[in-house]
C-alpha cells in the first residue's frame, strides 16, 4: 500500500520517499485517514512503530490544505508597528503538541520540519532547561505548530508570551508517560486555554484504565487504532536475563562489551547518580561511555547523544528519561543495568531498539534484590524471560536479598511487590512517606525533578478537570468538525508537585527531567 493511497498530497509522498519510507506502518495506514478526516484518534503503539509520522503527516496535509494567505512573511500591516498590529498579521497556533520530555519535543519537531521540508510550516519546541527569551522570539515569529513539554508551556501562558486560543489540533504524545511523571494537572490547566471545538489526537505505549479515563474526559467519540498487543514488547527484540551479584554488575558488563558481545548500547540505571558512576567507572575500564538524565544541561544530553550516535562513544547510560524520549536509529543492544521500579517501564526501556523493522537485543542484569521486581515484569508480559548464566559470574547463592537502592546512601524496601512506602510529589527521593489516598498501594510514584526548580507564577488559576473549558464555553470533548474520532491509550498518574511563585518571579521551570 504506497502513501499515496492514504490521501497524502504529491508533497509529503516526495518527502517521505526522500526518507526512505516506501510503504505505511500498520499505526500509520490506520491512523491517517482518520485523522485527516478530522475525527479523534486514541493511538496504541509501541514505540519505534512509525507512530510520529502518523499524526504528522495528516496534521501537516491539513494544515497546507487551509493555511492562511500571505503567513509566511509573519511582518505587520504597513502603517501598524503596534504589537496588536504584529500579533494580528502572524500565523496563529494551530496545532500544540505536548510530549513529556525535551528530547521527544525536539524529535517531534524535527519530524515537521523534515516530511514538511516541501511546503513549509513554520514550527517550535518549547521546553524547560534552555533560555526563556529565545522561545519567546520564537513564537513572536508565529509557529504554526508548537511542540511542547507541559511545564514550559504553561511558563510561557502565565507570562502571556502565547495564544492557544486558536489552536486546532491538540496531541498528547506519550500520554502515559506524561502521567508517569505527574503532569495531569498541567494537562488539565493547557486544555482550560484551549478553544472548545478543535481535533483531539492521543497516542500511548500502553493501554491502562488511567489512559482509559483521561481519553474519556478528552476525547469525543474516538476511533481506536492498536496495532500491538496491550502492554506487550516488541516481537523484534530478544529478551535475556543474566543472574548476576549486585556488586559484580560493571564487572559482567565490562566483560559483555570487551568481548564483543555488547558492541553500542543504551544502558539504563533507576537513579542520576548510578548513572554518572557507572559511566565513570566504564570510562576507567577504557570503554567509551557517555550519561544523560535530568540533572545534565540541554547541552551536555545534546552532546552526550550525538557521541553515541556518531559512535565516539559507545555506551549511553541513561535513567528513565530516556526510556521514551530517545530516538536511535539501528540500535542493536538495550541493557538493564537495574531493573526498573514499575513494570510497563520495561517495556518502555526494550523498545529503544528492534525499531523500524530491525532486530535488537534486551539484556538485563537481575541480582537477588531485583527477583520481586523481575517477576513483576515476567507476569506484564505474560511469559518468563530466558535466563543465562555467564561463566565466571555465577551468582552467589549465599547472598541474602537487600532493599532495592533510590538514593545513594539510602535503601527502601520493594515497592513494585512489597508494598514499601513511597514518595508524594515535591519529596525528596528515597524519603518514606505515607501513600495518598486514591493511589495504589506498592507502586513506587516517579519523581519529575530535582526538587529545586524555580517556581511558577500565580495567576493561573485553579486547574479545571478533565473536559471542562473556560467560563461561555462547553468543554474540550468535540472533535475540530464534528466528526468521529479515532483511540489511543493511556496510562494512570501521580499528582504532581504544587508550585508556589513570588511576585514577580520568572517562571524557568525545567521540565522533562529523568
Same mark, same amino acid.
Given at each position: 500500500m504506497p502513501f499515496t493511497s492514504l490521501g497524502l498530497g504529491a508533497k509529503l509522498s516526495q518527502a517521505i520517499k526522500e526518507k526512505g519510507y516506501v510503504e505505511p506502518t500498520p499505526i500509520q495506514a490506520k491512523a491517517i485517514p482518520v485523522i485527516l478526516a478530522g475525527g479523534d484518534v486514541i493511538g496504541v503503539a509501541q514505540t519505534g512503530t512509525g507512530k510520529t509520522a502518523a499524526f504528522v503527516l495528516p496534521i501537516l496535509q491539513r494544515l497546507n490544505a487551509t493555511r492562511t494567505p500571505g503567513w509566511q512573511s509573519a511582518a505587520p500591516a504597513p502603517g501598524n508597528g503596534s504589537r496588536k498590529g504584529r500579533d494580528a498579521s502572524r500565523e496563529p497556533i494551530r496545532t500544540l503538541v505536548l510530549t513529556p520530555t525535551r528530547e521527544l519535543a525536539l524529535q517531534v519537531e524535527e519530524s515537521v520540519r523534515t516530511y514538511g521540508a516541501h511546503r513549509r510550516i513554520r514550527s517550535v519546541a518549547i521546553y524547560g532547561g534552555v533560555g526563556f527569551e529565545p522561545q519567546v522570539r520564537a513564537l513572536?515569529? @508565529?509557529? @504554526?505548530?508548537?511542540?511542547?513539554?507541559p511545564g514550559r508551556l504553561l511558563d510561557h501562558a502565565g507570562q502571556g508570551t502565547i495564544d492557544l486560543s486558536r489552536v486546532e489540533v491538540l496531541v498528547l504524545d506519550e500520554a502515559d508517560r506524561m502521567l508517569d511523571m505527574g503532569f495531569i494537572r498541567d494537562i488539565k490547566r493547557i486544555l482550560a486555554l484551549l478553544p472548545e471545538r478543535r481535533q483531539?489526537?492521543?497516542f500511548s505505549a500502553t493501554f491502562s484504565e488511567e489512559?482509559?479515563?483521561?481519553a474519556g474526559g478528552l476525547l469525543h467519540d474516538p476511533a481506536t487504532v492498536q496495532v500491538t498487543p496491550r502492554n506487550t514488547a516488541t516481537q523484534l527484540v530478544t529478551q535475556l536475563v543474566l543472574?548476576?551479584?549486585r556488586e559484580r554488575k560493571r564487572d559482567l558488563l565490562s566483560h559483555l562489551i570487551r568481548s564483543g558481545r555488547i558492541e553500542q548500547a543504551l544502558v539504563f540505571t533507576r537513579t542520576k547518580h548510578g548513572a554518572d558512576r557507572l559511566a565513570d567507572q566504564l570510562a576507567r575500564d577504557g570503554i567509551a561511555a557517555a550519561a544523560i538524565h535530568g540533572n545534565k544541561s540541554q547541552g551536555q544530553r545534546v552532546r552526550a547523544l550525538n557521541d553515541f550516535k556518531a559512535g565516539r562513544a559507545?555506551?549511553?547510560v541513561a535513567t528513565e528519561v530516556a526510556s521514551r524520549g530517545l530516538d536511535i536509529e539501528q540500535l542493536p543492544h538495550v541493557v538493564n543495568y537495574e531493573l526498573p521500579m514499575i513494570p510497563e517501564d520495561y517495556v518502555h526501556r526494550i523498545g529503544r531498539t528492534g525499531r523500524a523493522g530491525a532486530?535488537?537485543?534486551?539484556?538485563?542484569?537481575?541480582?537477588v534484590d531485583e527477583a520481586p521486581l523481575l517477576r513483576d515484569i515476567e507476569r506484564l508480559l505474560g511469559h518468563p524471560i530466558p535466563t543465562e548464566v555467564i561463566a565466571g559470574f555465577e551468582p552467589d547463592r549465599?547472598?541474602?536479598?537487600?532493599?532495592?537502592?533510590?538514593?545513594? @546512601?539510602?535503601?527502601r524496601p520493594f515497592a513494585a511487590s512489597a508494598g514499601g512506602p513511597r514518595r508524594q510529589p515535591g519529596h525528596r527521593p528515597g524519603r518514606p512517606i505515607n501513600a495518598p489516598n486514591g493511589q495504589r498501594a506498592g507502586r513506587p510514584v516517579p519523581y519529575a525533578g530535582n526538587g529545586h526548580a524555580p517556581a511558577r507564577q500565580p495567576g493561573h488559576g485553579a486547574p479545571r478537570p478533565v473536559g471542562h473549558a473556560p467560563a461561555g464555553q462547553h468543554g474540550? @470533548?468535540?472533535?475540530?468538525?464534528g466528526r468521529p474520532a479515532a483511540h489511543v491509550s493511556i496510562g494512570n498518574r501521580p499528582p504532581d508537585r504544587r508550585f508556589v511563585a513570588m511576585p514577580g518571579e520568572r517562571l524557568a521551570r525545567n521540565d522533562g527531567r529523568g
Open positions: 513572536r515569529a @508565529g509557529p @504554526g505548530i508548537v511542540v511542547a513539554t483531539n489526537l492521543l489512559i482509559r479515563s483521561l543472574p548476576v551479584d559507545s555506551i549511553l532486530s535488537g537485543d534486551a539484556i538485563s542484569l537481575v541480582c549465599r547472598i541474602r536479598p537487600e532493599p532495592i537502592r533510590q538514593r545513594s @546512601g539510602e535503601r474540550p @470533548g468535540r472533535s475540530m468538525n
